[in-house]
Each structure stands twice: as C-alpha cells, then as structure tokens.
C-alpha cells in the first residue's frame, strides 16, 4: 500500500476549512499530493491510500473540486472523534430546532435568523449551496460558532467569550464533545465520559482508550493516534509525505523504521534544521518539483545523494488557445515575485513598446487574493508611466473617473492598454492563458504551472531563469537584461512563422510531461524504494 500525507492547512493550523462562497479563494488548493492521487487515481498505478492529519470536516467537497471524489483515505480527526461515517449528505440549516417565531432573512450573501427582531444566528454556505457554519449572537456579540461537517452533523463548535475564541469542542456524530482545545495556551482535555479513539483499518475496528486526558498541544493528541495506525500498517507499506513544518514532529516520531518518499514542492518548506535534514538522510528517495529544487536540497544536505529525481507536479496538456482568433496582442506579465525595482524597469520597457505596436495589451498577473490588488497594481503601474514621461492613462483603473474618460467628444482620449489578470486558482488560470500570445516572466523563480500552461496553450516564453520548461531558441528566448524583453517581443509578435514554430517546439516540449511520462518516473521512484 501507498500511503500519501498531504500538506493541507489553512494558516499553519491543524485545519482546512472551507470558505464562504463570496469570498476569493485565498489560496490554490493545488499541490504535489493532489497531482499524484490524480495520477494514482486515474491510471490504476498503485493501490493508495490519503492520510489527512488536519481537521477537514469539508473534505468530501474537496476532492470534488479536484476531480477526486473516489480517492480513499483516513482522517486522523475522524479516528479522535471515533466519526464512522463516509458519504455526505445534505443537511439545512431548516433541519436545526429554532425557537418558535424566530425569522429567516435571506441577504445576497448570508442567511440571517432574528427573534423578536434580534439578529440571532447567521447561516454561512459554501461554494456548493451547502451550509457550513453557523454563527450565533448573544446582544450582537458572537458567542458559539458551529462548523458544520459534509456528512451531516457539527463537526466542532467554538465557543467566545468578549468575542473572543476561549476553547474549540470536536464533536462525536452524536453530538457529544471528545476533546476540547482551549485558544489560551493550547492545550487539549478528552472527554472522561469516553476517552477512547476508534482506529478502522482493513474492516476492523479498533477502540483503544487515549493515554492521558490532558495533553499540552493538541499536535501530541495527534502523533499517538497517528502512530497507533502506522503500527497496524505493513512492513513493505510506502509513505510518501508533502514536506511541511506542520507536519514534522508528528511524521518524524510516527514513521520510524517505515519506507519513506519526502515530496518536496516550491517553497512550501525551508531547508534548514537539522530535524530536516535527518529526514533526507533516513528516506528511501526524495522527490522535488525541479530540478533546481534538486540542488538545493543536496546543497542543504551536504551530499550528492543519489536517491533523488525531479517529477513535474503539473501535466502538459495539448490545449490550443485562442489568441490568434483575436485582433489584440495580448502579452502574460506576473508581476508577483517582482521587487520594486524590478517592477519599474519591466513597466518602462513594455510601456515604451506599447508605443511602436497599438495592437499589444499588457496584462499584469497576480495569484494573490486580496480584493484590492488590482487597483493597487494599477496604481503602482501609473506611477513609474508618470515618473518615465508615458501617459498614466494607459493603466487606467475601471474604476477612475477622468476628465477624458467622461468627455464623449473629446479627442484626446487614450485607450487602456494595462490590465491585471488575478487568477488565484488553477481554473482561473487555464482560462486566462488561452487568450494570451505570449508570456514575458522575468521573475527569479518564474511559477511553474503557468509555465506549463504556456507550453500546453503553444505560446512562446520570455524569462531570464533558465529551467526545465524553456529552451532558448526553440520554445522562446532566455534573456539577460530587461531592455532585451522588447527585441524579443518584435521577434515573436512581428512575425506569424516565429510565433508558429515557437508553438510547434512547445508541443514537443510538452510530450516531456505528459501523464504516460510522469508516470513512468513515478515507477522508478517506487520501484527504487520497493
């Protein structure tokens, strides 16, 4: 069996929990682990299994979203609170007993109950219409949130004080509390009336009693559940772990004497300590993201381990996009790992470039969430036009309200040619790439997945960080200075056949990544530590 320990928490807690649907994604769920349950999953490879160690009482919508919904796996949370239960069902909040004449108001955003003409509780949804938390008033102070699982019961209840969080219950499917954790120093009490976890593991159940009823940190409630399981699992049993500080005391006591395969994905961990680096020297193999990710990790160890291979966590896909149907230009700019400095010179370059093609259109991309990054870039792009003598209205904000705009005969009015693409997720990404004609990323570590978006759509690449997804002449061009970006941009957008052999070159790249090749590196790696 191959056992896959992903990396997901929201903030460094032991929690990923779903979000209201009216507000952005804050983050992109997508990862190392989600990339091989998929190649896992789809393919029939390996026999696998999930262990979520986090508290996910949404996780059922989770693999939804990620096309993985018949992906088995154990949830640690789900053993502490001895939860059997394994299909969702639908719950609404017309299913809680309500005080007699309390009043629902249904706002473009939540619903909110009142008694009396007080304000209540407020029924929060997620993304999918179904409810997700409830929140309730005492005098307009929040005193108790229920979080509310998919299978159909409270998952956890938090209780205020002052409207302040003072302890977290974690509910049995009953109802009943198994252990609270107080938001003061952190530390967890089980539940004397039933201190016991319950372990299923091949059919069987195993209800074992919890060594202590008090316990400092609710990680040290974690690791002995967790290494109870582990030592039900087979000597020849594989663990491959998304390396995450959260996680490491916890796999580091647990997975003693097992098989291990340590993922490695961007800077999700930073190489230092010397727990990390027992780790390296104690796995069967490591995996990283790149190739230069591989260095790095040998650089930090201090070794030229053999044990190690880069596996894209992205696949190519043949996905033709549709920038050449249209009459603008437009050119890809993420802007998000760019210094101030660096930010300056690139706006200067493409903004005097602008000048010599009216068809190009900048657009600035973003994967932060926040709601007013987009006004922000756009500010920050009118001042260094302003500063190098350009016309600032070029990064005109939709929401500006300028004299030219609102003058309907005026002559001098001057189009938008900035624009800010915030694509937090993976979908939003894929769309937006496909009406791109070509990508200029001169960031030290250009992101990966829109990189191979780029090769997947056929567009050409600008960058100055060599790495696996650009080769210098074929799939785009590998520059040295900024004021290079701008020959580079004529030699693709001045001429189709340019355009089009670098479109070919990408499609041949891409055969690279593909699932069938991925896969195969896989195998070895599996084979290697087998």
Request: charged share 30%; net charge negative; glycine share 4%.
């Amino acid at each position: 069996m191959l056992y896959l320990i992903p990396a997901w928490y929201k903030l460094n807690t032991w929690s990923e929990s779903e979000q209201c649907w009216y507000v952005r994604r804050e983050k992109s769920e997508y990862d190392d682990t989600v990339k091989q349950v998929q190649l896992f999953h789809r393919n029939r490879a390996w026999a696998y299994r999930i262990i979520i160690l986090s508290h996910v009482p949404n996780f059922r919508h989770f693999l939804h979203r990620q096309s993985i919904f018949r992906a088995r796996y154990w949830s640690c949370f789900d053993a502490m609170c001895e939860i059997t239960k394994r299909k969702m069902r639908v719950f609404s909040f017309k299913d809680i007993k309500w005080p007699e004449g309390v009043e629902f108001e249904y706002t473009p955003f939540a619903i909110v109950a009142y008694l009396d003409g007080v304000k209540i509780a407020q029924v929060e949804l997620g993304e999918d219409g179904n409810m997700i938390r409830i929140d309730m008033f005492s005098e307009g102070e929040l005193i108790r949130r229920n979080i509310y699982d998919d299978r159909g019961f409270v998952s956890c209840s938090e209780v205020y004080r002052e409207g302040r969080l003072y302890y977290t219950d974690y509910l049995m499917e009953s109802g009943i509390w198994k252990f609270r954790q107080f938001a003061g120093d952190g530390h967890v009490e089980i539940n004397p009336k039933d201190p016991y976890f319950l372990l299923l593991y091949r059919g069987k159940e195993y209800r074992l009693k919890y060594e202590k009823l008090r316990y400092d940190d609710i990680e040290d409630a974690i690791s002995e559940v967790f290494s109870e399981y582990i030592d039900l699992t087979d000597d020849e049993d594989i663990f491959c772990i998304a390396m995450h500080n959260r996680h490491m005391n916890v796999i580091d006591d647990g997975l003693v004497g097992k098989k291990l395969v340590l993922s490695f994905f961007g800077d999700r961990i930073d190489l230092q300590g010397q727990q990390l680096k027992n780790m390296i020297f104690r796995a069967n193999y490591i995996v990283a993201d790149s190739p230069m990710l591989a260095r790095n990790i040998k650089l930090f160890a201090g070794s030229d381990m053999e044990n190690i291979t880069d596996i894209s966590p992205y696949d190519s896909r043949t996905d033709f996009g549709v920038s050449q149907q249209m009459s603008v230009q437009k050119i890809l700019v993420p802007v998000d790992e760019l210094d101030d400095e660096v930010f300056t010179k690139v706006i200067q370059v493409l903004g005097q470039y602008l000048s010599e093609n009216d068809k190009a259109q900048i657009h600035l991309f973003t994967r932060e969430a926040a709601y007013d990054i987009k006004s922000s870039l756009l500010k920050k792009t009118r001042k260094v036009l302003r500063n190098s003598g350009l016309d600032d209205r070029m990064a005109a904000d939709e929401t500006m309200d300028t004299s030219a705009e609102n003058d309907i005969d005026s002559i001098d009015m001057v189009p938008v040619r900035f624009m800010v693409d915030q694509c937090v997720d993976e979908l939003s990404v894929s769309r937006c790439i496909r009406e791109q004609r070509i990508l200029v990323d001169v960031s030290e570590k250009p992101e990966y997945y829109v990189q191979i978006a780029a090769i997947s759509t056929g567009i050409p690449q600008i960058v100055m960080t060599k790495n696996q997804y650009v080769e210098d002449g074929e799939n785009g061009r590998i520059i040295k200075h900024y004021d290079e970006i701008t020959k580079a941009l004529r030699f693709y957008l001045d001429s189709l056949a340019n355009w089009n052999e670098a479109m070919i070159c990408s499609y041949e790249m891409g055969k690279r990544f593909s699932t069938g090749i991925l896969l195969d590196k896989w195998k070895e790696v599996i084979k290697g530590v087998g």
